[in-house]
């Protein structure tokens, strides 16, 4: 299957960054994952990114620095949050799935439902 959206998590955990980077590449998306603000600067500067993905281990501060790096270049990248969240990051409403992501399956359909989201917002 091929995608041609990209994607970059942001987290701390290493495992869960790890597999949550195969499941994506397994459906065809390119992933780019990090535990830190500055490569997700460079990562940002050097490639289109279509979704950040925001891990539960990521702090709202942590969040919001890393969805205003991501649209200072990417300014139409689409974000999510894998945990609920009780305040916006940044000002910005981020859709957040708790608990829907226990799964690969589950996880995977998140991420997709996001980018429908998006797509479907989007002016052509």
Known sequence: MSNSRSILLYGHD??????????????????FSTSHLKDAETISTMHHIDLLVLCQTVTPDEGAKALAIVHAYNPNAAACALAEILSPYGGEAVPHHSGTFATAKNFLASVEEVIQQDQSSSPD
């Open 14 to 31: 290493f495992m869960l960054l790890f597999t949550r980077a195969c499941i994506l590449e397994k459906a065809g998306f390119q992933v």
